[in-house]
């Protein structure tokens, strides 16, 4: 193993540590990586290669290779195990920012226990439901049960590293399940591999605000699930508002007239046939946030449809690039990256919240998303 030594610092407000660096003196390289928003620093000989930080991180950190993901900027991007180049060395990260991201063995195992859970609880109430309800065979509309298998959301999946990720699970459900989503995604034959949610810190700058993404033509939508301080959830209504935008960009790319005609035509669609206000029902304490206002058209998503494991930082439709400018405009905050530019926003909010709720002795309440 070539680590010699870790060290980590507890988390602050304060801006992210530089990024990682060299000790040429002694012939060892240090890297500092970034995990959870603390820094952790590594020491490494000379000529150690990007395989032995992944195998120092499995041994230190306890997360697998397979669930590790190191976001390398400027330029290098991505790189995850199996590297395309294993004997990448770790001196030619020694000028970039390294960030972490990755589940532990244990954090992966809870969230499947909670998912196995979340799922064993729904299908006790929907066989209760059924049984309460139960209708002769022969008047079942064997067509539309085929139509919602095949036109639907094939997999929910939460953030793991977020609090409480079954509550998230509930909430995709409750969304993959509303009446009305089912009706116009049979509509239009929109089948959807990955619904999932959308880290708030990750899409938030001072001018604009991303509520959803479509990648790749409806390969995976991400939705804005909760209120950028984390301390609830957004109105399912504006959500499902936002969804009906991203099941739009499946068609079209571009914020074009084609677009809104779509885009109108579904969130009708998706009223008129809510005749169950909104799927199965869930209490307005768990969900509901007052504050919450209607989807702005410029704010909706990012535009189009963008590629990539990430998106921050990275090229996207031109409505993303546009919103991307709008965010790396900003005259206090000279030479930053845009994923800086991003991170930067979200801490500024989060510490103006955390004094709002100092002043009127209320802490940190709902805000509007």
Same mark, same amino acid.
């Given at each position: 193993?070539?680590?010699?030594?870790?060290?980590?610092?507890?988390?602050?407000?304060?801006?992210?540590? %530089?990024?990682?660096?060299?000790?040429?003196?002694?012939?060892?390289?240090?890297?500092?990586? =970034?995990?959870?928003?603390?820094?952790?620093?590594?020491?490494?000989?000379?000529?150690?290669?990007?395989?032995?930080?992944?195998?120092?991180?499995?041994?230190?950190?306890?997360?697998?290779?397979?669930?590790?993901?190191?976001?390398?900027?400027?330029?290098?991007?991505?790189?995850?195990?199996?590297?395309?180049?294993?004997?990448?060395?770790?001196?030619?990260?020694?000028? $970039?920012?390294?960030?972490?991201?990755?589940?532990?063995?244990?954090?992966?195992? =809870?969230?499947?226990?909670?998912? &196995?859970?979340?799922?064993? =609880?729904?299908?006790?109430?929907?066989?209760?439901?059924?049984?309460?309800?139960?209708?002769?065979?022969?008047?079942?509309?064997?067509?539309?049960?085929?139509? !919602?298998?095949?036109?639907?959301?094939?997999?929910? @999946?939460?953030?793991?590293?977020?609090?409480?990720?079954?509550?998230?699970?509930?909430?995709?459900?409750?969304?993959?399940?509303?009446?009305?989503? $089912?009706?116009?995604? @049979?509509?239009?034959?929109?089948?959807?591999?990955?619904?999932?949610?959308?880290?708030?810190?990750?899409?938030?700058?001072? !001018?604009? &605000?991303?509520?959803?993404?479509?990648?790749? @033509?409806?390969?995976?939508?991400?939705?804005?699930?909760?209120?950028?301080? #984390?301390?609830? #959830?957004?109105?399912? $209504?504006?959500?499902?508002?936002?969804? *009906?935008?991203?099941? +739009?960009?499946?068609?079209?790319?571009?914020?074009?007239?084609?677009?809104?005609?779509? *885009?109108?035509?579904?969130?009708? !669609?998706?009223?008129?046939?809510?005749?169950?206000?909104?799927?199965? +029902?869930?209490?307005?304490?768990?969900? #509901?946030?007052?504050?919450?206002?209607?989807?702005?058209?410029?704010?909706?998503?990012?535009?189009?449809?963008?590629?990539?494991?990430?998106?921050?930082?990275?090229?996207?439709?031109?409505?993303?690039?546009?919103?991307? !400018?709008?965010?790396?405009?900003?005259?206090?905050? %000279?030479?930053?990256? @845009? &994923?800086?530019?991003?991170?930067?926003?979200?801490?500024?909010?989060?510490?103006?919240?955390?004094?709002?709720? $100092?002043?009127?002795?209320?802490?940190?309440?709902?805000? +509007?998303?």
């Amino acid at each position: 193993m070539a680590a010699a030594d870790v060290s980590s610092m507890p988390h602050s407000d304060l801006p992210s540590p %530089p990024p990682s660096h060299t000790s040429d003196a002694d012939g060892e390289i240090t890297l500092t990586v =970034q995990h959870h928003g603390k820094p952790l620093t590594y020491t490494f000989r000379h000529d150690a290669t990007v395989s032995e930080l992944s195998s120092t991180i499995a041994d230190t950190l306890s997360i697998p290779t397979t669930n590790q993901k190191l976001l390398v900027s400027p330029k290098v991007g991505l790189l995850r195990p199996p590297f395309k180049q294993p004997d990448l060395a770790l001196r030619s990260l020694a000028d $970039k920012k390294i960030v972490l991201m990755g589940s532990t063995a244990a954090e992966v195992s =809870q969230l499947d226990s909670d998912v &196995r859970v979340a799922q064993s =609880q729904a299908a006790r109430r929907s066989g209760a439901l059924r049984a309460s309800k139960a209708q002769p065979s022969r008047n079942r509309d064997w067509q539309k049960a085929q139509d !919602e298998a095949t036109y639907t959301f094939h997999t929910l @999946r939460p953030l793991p590293y977020l609090p409480q990720p079954e509550r998230s699970l509930r909430f995709l459900e409750r969304l993959r399940d509303d009446a009305g989503v $089912k009706a116009s995604m @049979r509509s239009h034959k929109f089948s959807v591999p990955l619904l999932t949610e959308m880290n708030p810190a990750e899409h938030t700058t001072r !001018e604009s &605000r991303t509520l959803g993404l479509n990648r790749n @033509r409806g390969e995976v939508i991400e939705l804005r699930l909760r209120t950028d301080a #984390y301390d609830g #959830y957004r109105d399912y $209504k504006t959500i499902r508002k936002t969804l *009906c935008h991203e099941l +739009a960009h499946n068609v079209w790319g571009e914020h074009d007239r084609n677009f809104w005609t779509l *885009c109108r035509e579904i969130e009708a !669609e998706v009223e008129r046939n809510d005749w169950r206000s909104g799927g199965h +029902a869930l209490s307005n304490q768990e969900f #509901y946030n007052p504050n919450d206002g209607g989807v702005a058209d410029e704010d909706a998503d990012h535009g189009g449809w963008t590629g990539g494991e990430f998106v921050l930082g990275g090229g996207g439709g031109g409505g993303a690039t546009r919103a991307l !400018e709008r965010a790396g405009t900003a005259g206090d905050a %000279p030479g930053l990256s @845009r &994923r800086e530019i991003l991170a930067k926003a979200a801490e500024e909010r989060m510490r103006k919240q955390r004094e709002a709720g $100092k002043r009127d002795g209320s802490g940190s309440g709902s805000t +509007a998303p």
